[in-house]
């Protein structure tokens, strides 16, 4: 877990991205980190049930929907509360999701063992936008 490899494959590979906890609300971190992702070229498909779209894109309320409608997601980014992630993970394996990622604060190691004994690669606890500037941009 948080390899600089895994990092670096998650970054090249997973061009679609399910952003678990994506709000259209100004300010919030999950916008605007995911804003940016989609800027530079990744496709970003929001998961929450509250909304209708983020960032010109249908949400969709459960992974599940997400999975059913866009083919090819390859990575969950998780902008939720730790206690979440066990529903999240199940999710994943459950769907054949290669990668998650659990944004910063966003802890629950459980899981994530979980999650990496299906082989699913994960990383933990990070900001996927500071490892992608941190990656050249």
Same mark, same amino acid.
């Given at each position: 877990?948080?390899?600089?490899?895994? @990092?670096?494959? @998650?970054?090249?590979?997973?061009?679609?991205?399910?952003?678990?906890?994506?709000?259209?609300?100004?300010?919030?971190?999950?916008?605007?980190?995911?804003?940016?992702?989609?800027?530079?070229?990744?496709?970003?498909?929001?998961?929450?049930?509250?909304?209708?779209?983020?960032?010109?894109?249908?949400?969709?309320?459960?992974?599940?929907?997400?999975?059913?409608?866009?083919?090819?997601?390859?990575?969950?980014?998780?902008?939720?509360?730790?206690?979440?992630?066990?529903?999240?993970?199940?999710?994943?394996?459950?769907?054949?999701?290669?990668?998650?990622?659990?944004?910063?604060?966003?802890?629950?190691?459980?899981?994530?063992?979980?999650?990496?004994?299906?082989?699913?690669?994960?990383?933990?606890?990070?900001?996927?936008?500071?490892?992608?500037?941190?990656?050249?941009?």
């Amino acid at each position: 877990m948080n390899e600089a490899a895994t @990092i670096r494959e @998650i970054l090249d590979r997973a061009k679609t991205i399910a952003v678990v906890g994506l709000t259209n609300r100004e300010g919030r971190a999950s916008l605007g980190v995911s804003r940016f992702m989609q800027s530079r070229g990744y496709r970003i498909v929001p998961v929450n049930p509250r909304i209708e779209s983020a960032l010109g894109e249908k949400a969709y309320p459960t992974l599940d929907a997400a999975v059913e409608a866009i083919p090819g997601i390859a990575l969950v980014n998780v902008f939720r509360a730790p206690s979440f992630v066990p529903e999240v993970v199940n999710d994943v394996i459950k769907l054949k999701i290669p990668y998650l990622w659990l944004q910063e604060g966003v802890i629950h190691d459980e899981a994530a063992a979980q999650a990496e004994a299906a082989g699913v690669k994960v990383v933990m606890g990070r900001c996927i936008l500071k490892d992608r500037m941190a990656a050249g941009w």
